[in-house]
């Protein structure tokens, strides 16, 4: 009996190195797996919410060229704000907790986003009835630039390695589609780059707003303060020039136009900016494509080249996102 209280009482043996016990650093794996399927679902929205903003610019592009032929470009434009301010009221109609959001403190920078963002899309309406599609886009592309240099100026944001060798390579692309010359620097496709300037500017206040403010209220208020400045420059009958054959492209502008600056907005929720813009090339060698098929605008082997180029280095910036862990990052 004592021998068996002994046996009882006898400490368990400790565990060899051959045990199969795991030590604690063996969890963290584990652990991490949620994580990383985390970023990986972030990625993924990332690029679908980038497919729709690109689809909408497509058919926003297509629509102006359409519409240019009898209005100008403050009417297609007042037609673009109008629809999607209609739009918005008829969804806080039917969910009026939609509107909570409104009453904001920031209203002051919503007025010099939409200020400095009506500029641009004025001008880049005129481009698109001047200039080829790809010319047009190729050069709004000059955009990354400013929008990685602001990014990390008020933003924050960390300007990796990658991140800068896959945007100039996606740059290089777009420079092999617009092979420079001569015939590009004409004085009207200074139009295009004012456009990438206040694109790059636009994006920049997005993201700030984004951290603050709903989607619904960012929409909303761009369309609410854009209409009166697109109608001061539009003829007050010019309504009575619309006629049955403008539908389709009407609607374009009005749901194209709407849809892109939502896809950005929530684009932006998953993704920083120097993230964001670079897969917006996309828009070129599909409008090239485009282009070529409707509107019998070049389409040569530099054209293919320089979409290879986009390509390949919006390919490099969604795996590098994907396989992003946290690692010391920034080199600026």
């Not at 434009?77 to 969910?95: N, Q, T, Y």
């Given at each position: 009996?004592l021998?068996?209280?002994?046996?009882?009482?006898?400490?368990?043996?400790?565990?060899?190195?051959?045990?199969?016990?795991?030590?604690?650093?063996?969890?963290?794996?584990?652990?991490?797996?949620?994580?990383?399927?985390?970023?990986?679902?972030?990625?993924?929205?990332?690029?679908?919410?980038?497919a729709?903003?690109?689809?909408?610019?497509?058919?926003?592009?297509?629509?102006?060229?359409a519409?240019?032929?009898?209005?100008?470009?403050?009417?297609?434009?007042?037609v673009?704000?109008?629809?999607?301010?209609?739009?918005?009221?008829?969804?806080?109609?039917?969910?009026?907790?939609?509107?909570?959001?409104?009453?904001?403190?920031?209203?002051?920078?919503?007025?010099?986003?939409?200020?400095?963002?009506?500029?641009?899309?004025i001008?880049?309406?005129?481009?698109?009835?001047?200039?080829?599609?790809?010319?047009?886009?190729?050069?709004?592309?000059?955009?990354?630039?400013?929008?990685?240099?602001?990014?990390?100026?008020f933003?924050?944001?960390?300007?990796?390695?990658?991140?800068?060798?896959?945007?100039?390579?996606?740059?290089?692309?777009?420079?092999?589609?617009?092979?420079p010359?001569?015939a590009?620097?004409?004085?009207?496709?200074?139009?295009?780059?004012?456009?990438?300037?206040t694109?790059?500017?636009?994006?920049?206040?997005?993201?700030?707003?984004?951290?603050?403010?709903?989607?619904?209220?960012?929409?909303?208020?761009?369309?609410?303060?854009?209409?009166?400045?697109?109608?001061?420059?539009?003829?007050?009958?010019?309504?009575?020039?619309?006629?049955?054959?403008?539908?389709?492209?009407?609607?374009?502008?009005?749901?194209?136009?709407?849809?892109?600056?939502?896809?950005?907005?929530?684009?932006?929720?998953?993704?920083?900016?120097?993230?964001?813009?670079p897969?917006?090339?996309?828009?070129?060698p599909?409008?090239?494509?485009?282009?070529?098929?409707?509107?019998?605008?070049?389409?040569?082997?530099?054209?293919?080249?320089?979409?290879?180029?986009?390509?390949?280095?919006?390919?490099?910036?969604?795996?590098?996102?994907?396989?992003?862990?946290?690692?010391?990052k920034?080199?600026?």
């Amino acid at each position: 009996m004592l021998q068996h209280r002994q046996q009882i009482s006898r400490p368990a043996p400790v565990a060899d190195s051959g045990s199969p016990t795991l030590p604690l650093d063996d969890c963290q794996p584990i652990r991490a797996v949620p994580a990383a399927r985390a970023q990986q679902s972030r990625v993924v929205w990332l690029a679908l919410w980038m497919a729709g903003a690109v689809a909408s610019y497509i058919a926003a592009a297509l629509s102006v060229r359409a519409l240019a032929k009898g209005l100008n470009v403050f009417e297609i434009m007042s037609v673009r704000s109008a629809g999607g301010l209609a739009f918005l009221l008829a969804l806080m109609a039917v969910r009026p907790e939609k509107g909570w959001g409104l009453a904001s403190r920031r209203i002051g920078l919503h007025l010099v986003r939409n200020s400095v963002q009506f500029a641009g899309q004025i001008i880049w309406a005129l481009a698109i009835t001047l200039l080829p599609f790809a010319t047009v886009f190729a050069l709004e592309f000059t955009a990354p630039i400013w929008v990685a240099l602001l990014a990390v100026i008020f933003l924050g944001e960390r300007l990796t390695l990658p991140r800068a060798a896959s945007t100039a390579l996606c740059l290089a692309g777009v420079f092999v589609i617009l092979h420079p010359g001569l015939a590009s620097f004409q004085p009207v496709a200074l139009l295009a780059l004012g456009a990438a300037i206040t694109q790059a500017f636009t994006a920049i206040v997005t993201k700030k707003l984004t951290q603050s403010e709903t989607t619904f209220a960012i929409l909303f208020w761009m369309n609410l303060m854009q209409l009166p400045m697109n109608l001061a420059g539009s003829d007050p009958l010019f309504i009575a020039k619309l006629d049955p054959s403008m539908a389709l492209p009407l609607i374009g502008i009005a749901v194209g136009g709407l849809s892109v600056h939502f896809c950005i907005a929530e684009a932006f929720r998953y993704g920083d900016a120097i993230v964001v813009v670079p897969l917006d090339f996309l828009r070129v060698p599909l409008i090239a494509l485009i282009g070529w098929s409707f509107y019998g605008e070049t389409l040569d082997g530099l054209v293919l080249a320089g979409a290879g180029l986009v390509m390949a280095g919006v390919i490099w910036n969604l795996r590098t996102e994907a396989r992003a862990q946290d690692q010391p990052k920034g080199f600026l």
